[in-house]
């Protein structure tokens, strides 16, 4: 069975124009990272995960494939999956199919910005695995997480991609807080998160000889000139990709390589840009083990569960509400 609720804001445009506008007056000029996924953004990014540099997406998979049956039952042998940014569920079969296998699958809920993919990924999956029932969400689960279903059994919340990386310290801690309270007895919430190592590996994953990444960072001012009748110069702009050790994350932006002046016309708004300023993109945090148990317990969950790759590169963590647990079985 197949149900897909969505919940797109009728606003988004006017959003768009809102965190655009003050995003280009903050200082330093800031964008938000999720306006780089319009169809030419999401399929660099697809590139992005096959470069050789960029090892997060392989990290991840290997621990999936390697390890989802003691994922699950360190979870408990949950019957329904959730997972936030779906996307085609690529990896996430690794981990259906473990259900599968062990006799616990039962639902599945992909939570999505796109409706086109999470109708297709949906359809695949009911022939993948017969007798799945797919409850859809297409929504900004950032703005909408509380539409969740909730689940007759144990669920497991996965939260994967290190995507969570890309929230500063108080958001991410809302955000953690937030899934915790819809977590039930028995829940888990499943994480992904990139690890701190050399910052000279760390650079050439967000900087990659190809220049493939910085075809993507630049992308988002085309996203800005056909969405927001600006007119940014693409090659007026160079990409920038730093190790910030004081805060163990990456720091992405563009700088501007003269004096110039931009303009965006729906939101009749011009922006000055100096030779040499930079306008952040994105953060990418990394995390030690300690740091993550303590952002956890700082959002009322305790982490149970703890899995890398053979390398040490990318851990895959379980988390569940703090506090007395129910019985086995």
Request: aromatic share 6%; glycine share 10%; net charge negative.
């Amino acid at each position: 069975m197949i149900a897909i609720e969505v919940h797109l804001d009728a606003d988004a445009a006017a959003a768009m124009a809102r965190d655009v506008r003050e995003g280009l007056r903050s200082d330093p000029k800031e964008l938000a990272p999720k306006y780089f996924y319009d169809e030419r953004g999401s399929q660099l990014f697809e590139q992005i995960t096959e470069l050789p540099e960029y090892y997060p997406t392989r990290a991840e998979r290997e621990i999936l494939a390697g390890r989802s049956p003691k994922i699950l039952a360190a979870a408990g042998g949950p019957g329904t999956l959730v997972e936030l940014g779906s996307g085609s569920a690529a990896k996430t079969r690794h981990l259906l199919s473990a259900m599968r296998d062990g006799g616990r699958l039962e639902t599945y809920v992909p939570v999505d910005i796109s409706e086109e993919i999470t109708h297709e990924t949906a359809a695949c999956l009911v022939d993948e695995y017969p007798g799945l029932d797919v409850r859809g969400l297409v929504c900004d689960f950032e703005r909408h997480l509380e539409r969740i279903p909730d689940g007759d059994g144990a669920r497991l919340v996965a939260f994967l991609g290190g995507t969570i990386g890309n929230l500063y310290p108080g958001p991410r801690a809302d955000f953690l807080g937030r899934i915790a309270s819809l977590l039930g007895p028995g829940d888990h919430v499943l994480l992904g998160t990139d690890l701190v190592k050399d910052p000279a590996r760390l650079e050439a994953a967000y900087d990659d000889s190809a220049g493939v990444t910085a075809e993507f960072n630049k992308n988002v001012l085309q996203v800005l000139n056909r969405e927001l009748g600006a007119d940014f110069d693409l090659d007026a702009f160079d990409h920038v990709a730093r190790y910030d050790e004081a805060n163990e994350r990456m720091d992405i932006g563009l700088r501007s390589l003269a004096d110039q002046e931009v303009r965006l016309e729906e939101l009749d708004l011009e922006v000055g840009f100096a030779e040499g300023e930079e306008m952040r993109t994105e953060i990418s945090t990394k995390f030690t083990r300690p740091r993550l148990e303590s952002v956890y317990a700082a959002a009322g969950l305790e982490m149970c569960g703890w899995f890398t790759d053979a390398a040490g590169d990318y851990a895959l963590s379980l988390a569940r509400p703090a506090g007395p647990q129910p019985p086995a079985g």
